[in-house]
């Protein structure tokens, strides 16, 4: 779940200025310490992270890359960062001390920033893994967007006035939702409007179509994700939609 638009902090993290001063923040947010495993029970897979890695002597590498997650041998599992083989072997190494920032896209969103070490390299082929010890504590900060997401799963149709093409909604609020789709099919662009229908009860809601703009993009091996900002003229529908979501508690998520 790269995240929705909401708030423009989730498509970019300045870690240098909001490392040394992460109390400062809106009054809608507030921060809380949290410590060792309980700090990243909310941040889902391929999350991003912002690092800040240091050595001995006072090098600094500012880098970024992906969240994978935990392992049971107190470790963080960490994509990466896409570094050239000079930086690697400068800065990947056992003991080196680390700061990052990992963005949790889950209900109102929350920066979790922590201090650590790098324990492990991990090189298998093409994929390799960076290995940093659990924090012993962490700061948190929720509150980043103006309202919570809602974990869904909604079938939709994407261009459903041209391409149509089958897509599948994984969580909304009421400014805007994460659309996944097959990679195959769709393109969009940051800026790109597109047009949606969400299905309730299997059927097309109304036949109402949201127009939204897409404010970011991930991808996977088979899906494009599309964070996109419903237009002021889609928020009351949006709106309507979420009042009729109720919680199941079997699937742990929200359902029309």
Do not use: W
């Not at 909401?6 to 809608?28: G, M, R, V, Y």
């Not at 929720?142 to 994407?158: F, P, Q, T």
């Not at 994700?225 to 979501?245: M, R």
């Amino acid at each position: 779940m790269a995240g929705l638009a909401e708030n423009k902090n989730l498509k970019s993290i300045d870690l240098a200025a909001e490392e040394d001063q992460p109390e400062q923040h809106t009054a809608d947010q507030s921060t809380s310490i949290r410590y060792g495993e309980d700090a990243f029970q909310d941040v889902l897979p391929l999350c991003e992270v912002a690092c800040i890695v240091t050595t001995p002597t006072g090098k600094v590498l500012k880098c970024r890359t992906k969240y994978v997650g935990l392992h049971s041998n107190n470790v963080l599992l960490l994509e990466m960062p896409t570094v050239t083989a000079k930086e690697m072997s400068l800065f990947m190494q056992r003991g080196y001390s680390i700061k990052a920032c990992v963005i949790s896209s889950k209900g109102e969103g929350a920066r979790v920033y922590f201090k650590s070490k790098i324990e492990y390299v991990l090189n298998g082929g093409d994929t390799e893994l960076l290995l940093i010890s659990v924090p012993k504590s962490t700061q948190v900060v929720v509150g980043l967007r103006a309202s919570a997401r809602l974990e869904i799963s909604l079938d939709g149709i994407l261009s459903p006035n041209k391409h149509k093409y089958p897509c599948q909604i994984r969580d909304i609020s009421q400014h805007g939702c994460l659309i996944v789709v097959d990679r195959t099919k769709t393109n969009y662009r940051l800026g790109a409007v597109i047009e949606l229908t969400i299905d309730a009860n299997g059927a097309e809601s109304d036949g109402k179509v949201l127009t939204a703009i897409v404010k970011n993009v991930s991808k996977t091996s088979h899906y494009h994700k599309y964070g996109v900002q419903f237009d002021d003229d889609s928020l009351t529908h949006a709106g309507a939609l979420i009042d009729g979501l109720q919680f199941c508690s079997l699937q742990q998520k929200f359902t029309l």
